[in-house]
């Protein structure tokens, strides 16, 4: 219990990834790609389960190969979100606050679960999510990289794979960053299970299908969307690059 709070980390694994795949199998010095992310979970103490939302037979097999609890979900789920929305509605399973972690990202670690979980207690929240401050000018307008402006209260008022907020006098990139303004979304997610029975009803919407950014949908609808700051990245991987990249820091870091 973390906060008088039950906490489940949910793990979706997802097989068919269209970049990369089959990559939640791909050996990582040695281990799964799933099995890295598994244990890196197991770590925090902060949680009182940790379980794969898994896809395929494939990843059922290998979850169960390092000792690990898995959950079917249907291929057809769209989302991360969708599948832990699955696994609140069919596996019989209780928590006051869900974590989303995503199964292609193994260098996750505990200090950016403390930052994401630090308002879990304030029964107004209902979803969290973390921002990092971004240094580096060519990222502002880098479209893979979501960026995301909040409110005075630190709730998100939108995300954009474009430059939020747009500056429309200065375009010194240098300058604009010596701000401190924009940040970019760190893709690790916390919800309760109201927010995922409305999360469940909700259709995505125009904006979400234009960005891309699932979280649109939910601030059009008014879900109040937390968000944190933290130092951390994620690091997902989602090409063959990304992989020899993953290698490497995993050995450097004799993990």
């Known amino acids: ?82 599948r832990i929305v699955e696994v609140v509605e069919k596996s019989g399973l209780d928590a006051d606050i869900w ?15 403390h930052n994401l979980l630090q308002s879990c207690d304030n029964n107004n929240e209902f979803i969290w999510s973390l921002k990092k401050l971004i240094t580096k000018p060519e990222q502002i307008d880098a479209p893979n990289i979501a960026k995301v402006v909040c409110d005075a209260q630190g ?28 940040f970019k979304h760190v893709g690790l997610y916390a919800y309760t299970t109201r927010a995922l029975k409305m999360i469940s009803q909700i259709k995505s919407s125009q904006l979400e299908d234009v960005e891309c950014l699932e979280q649109l949908s939910w601030i059009e609808h008014h879900l109040p969307l937390r968000m944190h700051e933290t130092q951390y990245e994620v690091r997902g991987i989602d090409t063959k690059e990304d992989l020899i990249q993953a290698e490497e820091m ?4 004799a993990l």
Not at 250 to 253: R, V
């Open 1 to 82: 219990m973390y906060k008088n709070k039950k906490i489940i980390c949910v793990i979706p694994a997802r097989l068919a990834s269209s970049r990369f795949p089959n990559k939640i199998l791909a050996p990582i010095a040695g281990k799964p790609m799933l099995q890295r992310v598994w244990e890196a979970a197991k770590k925090v103490p902060l949680f009182d389960e940790v379980v794969c939302a898994v896809d395929s037979q494939e990843a059922e097999s290998l979850v169960k190969s390092f000792g690990g609890t898995s959950i079917m979900t249907a291929i057809s789920c769209k989302s991360g979100t969708a």
């Open 99 to 113: 974590i989303n972690w995503q199964g292609d990202e193994p260098f996750i670690n505990e200090e950016m679960i």
């Open 250 to 253: 995993i050995k450097e870091q």
């Open 155 to 182: 709730y998100a008022l939108f995300f954009s794979r474009s430059a939020i907020p747009y500056s429309r006098d200065e375009r010194d990139m240098d300058k604009l960053i010596e701000r401190k303004i924009y």
